[in-house]
C-alpha cells in the first residue's frame, strides 16, 4: 500500500510537470511554424492527450472487455467538456473565437450526435440490441477523414493570411523535443497514476465496476485536465478549447472506431441511454453557452460542473 502511494504522488508530479512542459513546446512549436495555437490545440496536444484513452480501447477490445471501451471514450467526451472546461472556466473565462463557435463546435456537437444515433439501434428499430458495427466505425473514421481536411484547409489558410506571428520562445528543434517529453511524462504519469489509485481502491474493497466508473474514467482524462488547467493559467486559451475539441473528435471516430474497425462490433452488456444523452447534452450546452457571447463565463463554468457532479451521481447510484 505505501509503495502504491508512493508510486501515485509520483505519478502525478510526473503527470503535472509533463503537461507544463508539454505546453510550453506546443506554444513555442506554433509560433515557429507561424500557426494559430487553436490548430496545435486540435492536433498535437487533443490526440497526443488523447493516448492514454487509446492504449486503454485496444487493450479492452483485445480482452473482449467492450463496456470499458465505450463507457472509456463516452465517459471521457463528458468529462472533457463538464469538468475539465467547467474548471477552466473557473480559474478564469474561456474566451472562443468566431470562427471556432462557426465551425469546430458544431464539428464536435455532429460528432457526438451521429455517435448516438449510431447506437440507438433498438429504438430505430434497425437490430434488437444497440450495438457498434465495423460499418459504423468506418463511418466515424470517414467523418475524421473529413476533420482532418478541415485541418489541413486550416493550416493552408493561416499560412495564405500570413498574420503577423510571435517570436518563438525556443528554436523549432527544442520545441519538438519539449513536446515530446512534456508527451512522455503526461502518458507515463498518467498511466502510473491509474494503476496505483487502482490498487489502492482494490484493497480497501472498491467493486471492479465503481474502480472503471472513477479511477478508469478520470485518469485517461488527466491528461487533458492537467494540461487544460496548466494552459488556462498560463493563458492559452486557444489551447484550452482547441484541446478539448480535437480530444472529443479524437475519442470519438480514433480510440472507438479504429479499434472497432480492427476487431470487430460491439455490443455492451450494461449500456444506457443516459450516458448517450449526456454525451449529446454536454457537447450542445457547450455550443450554445459559445455561441451567446462567444465565451465560457465562471457562471456557465459552475453550471458544467454541476452537471458533472448530477451526471456522475446519478451513474454511481444506477450502479
Known sequence: MFLNILLLIIGF?????GADVFVDGASSTAENFKVSKMLIGLTIIAFGTSAP???????????????????????????????ILGVAALIKPVKIKTNTVRKELPLCMLISTLLAVLFMDVTLGT????????????????????FLYYLITLAYHNKETKEKAEKPKFTLGK?????????????VGSEMVVQNSTAIATSIGWSERLISLTIIAFGTSLPELVTTIVASRKGEQDLVVGNIIGSNIFNICIVLGLPVAIFGAITPSSFQMLDIIMLVTSAVMLFIFALTKHKISRAEGAIMLASFVAYYGAIIIMS
Open 13 to 17: 508530479i510526473l503527470l503535472i510537470k
Open 127 to 146: 437490430s434488437g440490441e444497440n450495438s457498434f458495427s465495423r460499418g459504423d466505425a468506418i463511418a466515424v473514421l470517414l467523418f475524421f477523414s473529413v
Open 175 to 187: 520545441s519538438i523535443v519539449l513536446v515530446l517529453v512534456g508527451l512522455v511524462g503526461i502518458i
Open 53 to 83: 484513452e487509446f492504449a486503454v480501447s485496444v487493450s479492452a477490445l483485445a480482452s473482449g472487455s467492450t463496456d470499458v471501451v465505450l463507457g472509456n471514450v463516452i465517459g471521457s467526451c463528458i468529462l472533457n467538456i463538464l469538468l
